[in-house]
């Protein structure tokens, strides 16, 4: 997906969450701002005036009795020991006869009780306004919510679809199978208790955990047998393109140069058995050992690092624990269809029989190795002495080693000129004889080869 298309893609979660913040929280926005402003009306409590005189409590006085009578009838013993008379009730007056000639003065709730008359006119107040959520807010908000959650979804889609493009054939069958037959059985298993639950909503969620349940072990269980099946086995005529990085390769370093230069094309793999063998050597109590583990690490950092490596995904191919290493890396190249990147040369042999593309590191530079022919004159630096009297040792830069003839005064003299006599090309490399002296060949102008010299 180029710049466009991921803007478009994310720009379209930006309007739907748009959309969906002007649906859904106008309502939840206005709740909340009524609860707030009803919580910010109430008033509080202060401390009572002792001055002020509160509203006035009936007495109850022990002179003054309720008998069995009509209420209001005051007792005849209190009314002769206090010398008044008693009240006479006028038929057809609701005053009482001793009261004053005034008229009545009516008492209001709100002079009783100013606090709660208060707290009711705000809670009216509060009642009778309405709270209307900005649209222009919420929209700004959905909008740079749903782009965020775009840009995630983007991210992680673009991040599955590289795996899923990386990934064999067979294991794209296995998941499909794995996920129709998990859901298949799920829903079977699923059918007794939704008859019991029909209609409610525990039913689809049993249904959904059944089938999400039943679709990873129908995977898990198409994985663990997946080298008998007849879609996850490739055949060794039918190459993948995978390399399969072997121990040696990786310590030996120059793999990185290749991969860098783009000489080794194709999907890199390291099973993790050969990662653990690299931490073992690293390990090791020998000095030499370590120091070769260690730098087998680091090149597989670089390599992880700076280009795209798988590390034991596919290690279910290659076997049991109980096998050799060398024999787990044919299984798994023989099982993948992949190529074996190895130095090994009895490894490089029985691969070779066994049908699988091996890449030798060794060859590789063996071919490259500028060629000589006898005659032709090259500069080398003669560093040490050679097993014959008067012989000197030097090499080129890609490790060949010369053998000089009266060459032993030049060890230390810096690169001398030298004519080649002899090429001798073995498996194992290339070994080229010369003399110094001179007295080979008569000197010819037009052989004169300049190699680049080595001081190994």
């Not at 209307?132 to 679809?161: C, D, H, K, T, Y």
């Not at 997946?226 to 393109?241: H, I, Q, V």
């Amino acid at each position: 997906m180029n710049h466009r298309g991921k803007l478009a893609f994310i720009l379209m979660f930006g309007i739907v969450g748009a959309v969906l913040s002007l649906w859904l929280l106008p309502p939840v926005v206005n709740d909340f701002g009524q609860r707030l402003a009803r919580n910010m009306s109430q008033p509080v409590p202060s401390k009572v005036d002792p001055t002020i005189p509160g509203p006035v409590k009936p007495k109850n006085d022990r002179n003054t009795a309720v008998t069995g009578g009509s209420a209001g009838q005051a007792s005849p013993d209190a009314s002769a020991e206090t010398g008044q008379l008693p009240p006479v009730s006028i038929p057809g007056s609701s005053q009482s006869p001793n009261a004053p000639n005034q008229p009545a003065k009516s008492e209001s709730a709100a002079d009783r009780f100013p606090l709660q008359s208060t707290q009711a006119i705000l809670d009216e107040s509060v009642a009778s306004t309405r709270f209307a959520a900005n649209p222009f807010a919420l929209a700004l908000f959905g909008f740079i919510v749903g782009m965020a959650i775009g840009s995630f979804v983007q991210r992680q889609g673009e991040r599955l679809g590289d795996k899923w493009e990386k990934s064999p054939t067979g294991n794209k069958v296995t998941l499909i199978l794995g996920t129709l037959a998990g859901a298949f059985a799920g829903i079977l298993v699923s059918m007794p208790f939704l008859i019991s639950l029909q209609g409610r909503p525990e039913g689809a969620l049993l249904t959904l955990g059944m089938v999400l349940g039943c679709s990873a072990a129908m995977i898990y269980l198409l994985r663990s047998i997946g080298p008998y099946l007849p879609w996850e086995t490739a055949s060794p005529s039918r190459r993948t393109g995978l390399k399969v990085l072997d121990t040696n390769v990786l310590i030996d370093g120059r793999v990185y140069d290749l991969i860098r230069t783009g000489f080794l094309d194709g999907d890199l793999y390291v099973p993790q058995f050969v990662l653990l063998e690299l931490q073992h050597i690293a390990d090791s109590s020998d000095g030499l050992k370590r120091q070769r583990g260690r730098r087998g690490l680091e090149v597989l950092n670089r390599i992880r690092s700076e280009f795209s490596l798988e590390v034991g995904t596919r290690d279910r191919y290659a076997g049991t624990e109980r096998d050799q290493v060398d024999t787990r890396l044919m299984k798994l190249c023989k099982a993948t269809g992949a190529d074996l990147v190895s130095n090994d040369f009895n490894l490089n042999r029985t691969a070779t029989i066994q049908e699988i593309k091996v890449l030798n590191i060794n060859d590789l530079a063996l071919a490259l190795r500028p060629n000589v022919l006898p005659g032709e004159t090259m500069e080398v630096q003669v560093i040490k002495d050679g097993n014959q009297v008067g012989q000197g040792v030097g090499y080129l830069d890609d490790g060949t080693m010369v053998v000089v003839e009266s060459g032993q005064a030049l060890i230390g003299q810096g690169p001398a000129e030298v004519i080649v006599t002899q090429v001798i090309q073995t498996e194992r490399g290339k070994m080229i004889f010369a003399d110094a002296s001179g007295d080979a060949y008569p000197p010819d102008p037009q052989s004169r080869r300049r190699v680049v010299r080595g001081n190994r």
